[in-house]
């Protein structure tokens, strides 16, 4: 089984309101990430959870806050968001990498949120 | 650092054509290798990778990539396209946790 699911599918919110995104894997990984997606581009990393502890920052603004309660769910908190924030929210899975010098275990993808920030 | 070039945006071709897409990497490293593709409002699904071993790998669906060190490229092929398989494809490099994908490649597959 090699399934990541994203709940909500889609997700309309205003620039004030605060709402979560969250991503669900029972494949045993213990790194789980964050991506952005706008339309025509590839992902962009936002954050990496290696044992559940946040090991990459990718100079993400603070009106996103991810969170990882165990090694099974990754949520991303969003508050105060812009309407550029709209796009498609990833989230990803794998084996983190016992090795700086070497590449992560394969990352596997959820479906994705649908964000529109009015 | 590393990165990952796609040079076409965009691919047009015939059902049941031939197709190749292009990537080339830069990297001082030994470097895993990606395939994912992306089907309209989804997220991406892993099409096929490359680790280590034989340098010709393949997926269940007929596509295949051939890593080529000397150079550095991983195309994608496929010898007969499908309808189906009209997507975005991104090929990906992963050093550490960071994956780094290309621009990627729309397959736009017709009639």
């Known amino acids: 089984d090699t399934e990541v699911t994203q709940t909500p599918k889609h997700l309309v919110m205003g620039m004030t309101n605060k709402k979560s995104l969250k991503c669900e894997q029972h494949?045993?990984?213990?790194?789980m990430y964050w991506y952005k997606q706008k339309a025509k581009k590839p992902p962009e990393l936002m954050f990496v959870?290696?044992?559940?502890?946040?090991?990459i920052n990718e100079s993400v603004p603070s009106r996103f806050s991810p969170e990882c309660p165990n090694s099974s769910l990754l949520n991303l908190h969003l508050h105060a968001l812009q309407p550029e924030d709209s796009a498609l929210y990833l989230c990803?899975?794998?084996?983190?990498?016992?090795?700086?010098?070497?590449?992560?275990?394969?990352?596997?993808f959820g479906p994705g949120t649908r964000l529109t920030v009015l | 650092a590393q990165s990952v070039t796609q040079l076409d945006s965009q691919v047009p071709v015939f059902e049941e054509a031939p197709v190749e897409l292009r990537c080339n990497y830069s990297?001082?490293?030994?470097?895993?290798l990606f395939w994912y593709v992306q089907y309209p409002n989804q997220g991406l699904q892993l099409l096929l990778k490359?680790?280590?071993?034989?340098?010709l790998v393949e997926s269940i669906n007929g596509f295949e990539a051939e890593f080529n060190k000397s150079q550095t490229s991983f195309h994608l092929r496929k010898p007969s396209v499908h309808i189906s398989d009209t997507a975005e494809y991104f090929c990906?490099?992963?050093?550490?946790?960071?994956?780094?994908f290309g621009t990627g490649t729309r397959l736009l597959v017709s009639p």
């Open positions: 990906a490099v992963s050093r550490f946790q960071k994956l780094v």
């Open positions: 990297s001082s490293v030994s470097v895993y």
């Open positions: 959870y290696s044992y559940e502890k946040l090991s």
């Open positions: 990803a899975s794998s084996q983190p990498s016992y090795n700086p010098g070497l590449a992560g275990g394969t990352q596997y």
């Open positions: 490359y680790l280590s071993g034989s340098t």
């Open positions: 494949m045993g990984h213990r790194a």
